[in-house]
């Protein structure tokens, strides 16, 4: 039990450290580091940014050799290595794997050109996978939902009746706003200028949600200060008063 | 008057950041607990179809966030967890981005201790699968087979007693994707119009404006917007967390920016007015 207490314990510079307790003061001091791009641009921040992308790409690099390389092509040619000695190689895998070889073409000025291959093999993969979806998801089912009936069959819910109405006059004048055959004068100029206030309340929408979603980051950063660095800190400074 | 809004436009903007740090930190430090407020149809929508979903049913949950976004989404993934759990569902726990495997264990295996569930069971975890619509769409035919037969472990899912019951789409009675990014499109796209599958959606505030839409015309059940919606589901499964204590911040805040839009504007004006009278 001792020994395995010991073994989790960081020895740095002959001192014996909790690797819990290093990483939040790690956590703690890229935070400040991060956020002293407020005061201005400096080193220190310049640091924690490169190893923050550093990390992300290193990261990155390892979880799609260990995920994607090894067990979708390795361990598919050379069944032995891997975690099912007893299957047979799989040598289809080998288009896929010479096809994503040639992405790395680009890198040779020489025989950049191979990459276009696998580049057009994706491009066409994904749009005849991608437009029937999209369409589907984007055009059709959308433009049922803007049809729904305003008044209902039966009884009226007037809120309901309200919601289709705005949805139906907003996407009617918001896309007269964006014909532009004829000078926006008359009708088309009264439809497009409610389109515009129409595209003002959902930009203004988008610009609230977006400062929300930045402020829940400070907010985030503020939680791990207050409640998982400060009592390692106050820890640390009732060691010392005693 | 003028003179003081001159002043207040030419402010160093790093007063501003002074002011708003403050507003987020002393809420926190005064212990101080605002209300959530009315809780959103859509947010409501995900618990209450949860909710209605019987016992034992499959919820499949794809954690596609890294811990940039963790702030807004690790705490609405708890508490979609933990009330997933609370009515006895079990979870099938994925991810497509690269640094979503760590938030699985995050928000899962913290739940999933505290309320006794067992792994293979009650849950499954299957990490990382690089491919992302290629694996949506594999997955609509053969779900073991597109992760390889392993678990995030390397234990073999088609032994995993939970696992025997689920094939493909037609047994996963919901699927929610908590996401910085713009995959529940793809699950839209993909898994609910070519599937059939029902899916809700947790994602950022950024992301949310965006996926309103797909909510409105049923193509989502629900949708949980960002740190608000994670606060108004910490309320709806009764277990308040760092959602519900980060909104008393979030509110001050918003107030405060108000507040400086009502006065960069009046500025504006102000200064517009004093230029076009001395012409």
Redesign the interface.
Known sequence: MADAEQSSQLIILGLSLNPQVVGLWLQAALTFAILSF??GDNPVYKFAEHLFVGI?AG??VV??WK??VL??LIFKLLPQLG?KPDELADYWVLIPGLLGLMMLARFIPRYDWLSRYPIAFTVGL?MG??IP??V??NLL??A??TMKPVLGLGSIEWGLALSCLV?LVGVICTLTYFYFSRPHEGVLGVTSKIGIWFLMV?FG??FG?????R?????????FL?YEWMPIVSVHLSKYVQ | MGELLRKLESIDR?WI?LV??AA??IP??MNLKLPVGKHSPSTTAVHDYIEQLPPGSVIQMSFDYSP?S???LEPMAKAVVRHAFEENHRILAMTLH??G?LMIRRALDEVATDLNKEYGVDYVDV?????G?AVI?GMGRDIIRVF?D?DAR?EKLSAMPMMRDVADYDDIALMIDFAANSLP?AW???A???YGLQIAAGV???M??DLY??W????LVGLI????GAAEYEELVGAPG?GV??MS??SI??LL?ILFIIMGNIGYFVTRRASQNRT
Do not use: C
């Open positions: 407020l005061i992300s990261y990155g979880i799609v995920q994607a067990p979708l975690p994904f996978a991608g979806a999209v589907q998801m089912q959308q049922q939902a949805v959902a929408a988008g949600n977006t400062v929300m979603a402020m829940s980051l400070l907010i985030g950063r503020v939680e207050l | 790093r950041y708003i740090f987020v930190v926190f430090l940039a963790m702030p807004e690269p640094q495997a990490g990382f699968k690089p491919g619509v769409l390889e392993m390397g499109l839209i796209g993909y609910h119009e070519r950022t505030a950024v949310a404006t839409p797909y409105k015309s049923e193509q917007n960002g740190l608000k760092f204590l980060g911040s979030q805040a918003h920016i």
